[in-house]
């Protein structure tokens, strides 16, 4: 009677062994996966801030002063100045465009937008580069007769003051 009448014993031990196998490989993907989150979170909130363009104002309503020129120069163009706008631009700016050329560029563009309702300030950036700096400032604008408009202004450092370098809508 000996072997026989034993019961098998073996298959018993296996099946507790294996869950405990799969319960410890579920834990350790598990923990895997939380790892990797949080690796992906710290690299996103260490991402560097320069990379998109930081709103604006600050704190104080206390804008740069590429910002200033930058609205200065658009409400020159929002009054149909045309001349004085174009004065007030930088050498970039006036060596692909004559002061005529730019009057009958802006009044065929400018004036059917109809009145400006509201120009908020999106933020500026600095692109470096030579001769000077050069700053590219974006407003989100409402005009009477279009909205959500895109205005870019790209400026640079000229004699103290900056310049309007370059100037589009989307």
């Known amino acids: 009677m000996g072997a026989a009448s034993r019961p098998d014993r073996t298959a018993d031990r296996e099946e507790p062994n294996r869950a405990s196998k799969t319960r410890l490989l579920l834990v350790w993907a598990l923990g895997g996966v939380l790892a990797v ?13 320069s990379s998109s363009l930081p709103s604006a104002p600050d704190v104080q309503g ?7 020129s930058a609205r200065a120069w658009l409400r020159l163009v929002d009054e149909g100045e045309w001349k ?3 004065s007030e631009t930088g050498e970039a700016f006036q060596a692909q465009n004559t002061a005529a050329r730019w009057a009958s560029l802006a009044a065929q563009v400018r004036p059917p937008l109809g009145d400006i309702v509201t120009r908020r300030l999106l933020g500026e950036q600095a692109v470096p580069g030579p001769p000077s700096a050069l700053k590219v400032v974006k407003f989100q604008s409402e005009f009477a007769h279009k909205a959500n408009v ?21």
Not at 37 to 49: D, I, K, N, T, Y
Not at 62 to 68: M, R
């Open 37 to 49: 989150s949080l690796a992906l979170v710290a690299a996103l909130l260490m991402q560097s801030p």
């Open 62 to 68: 206390v804008e740069s002063a590429s910002v200033d």
């Open 84 to 86: 004085r706008s174009w």
């Open 150 to 170: 895109i205005e870019t202004v790209s400026l640079s450092l000229a004699g103290g003051r900056w310049k309007v370098v370059g100037y589009w809508m989307s």
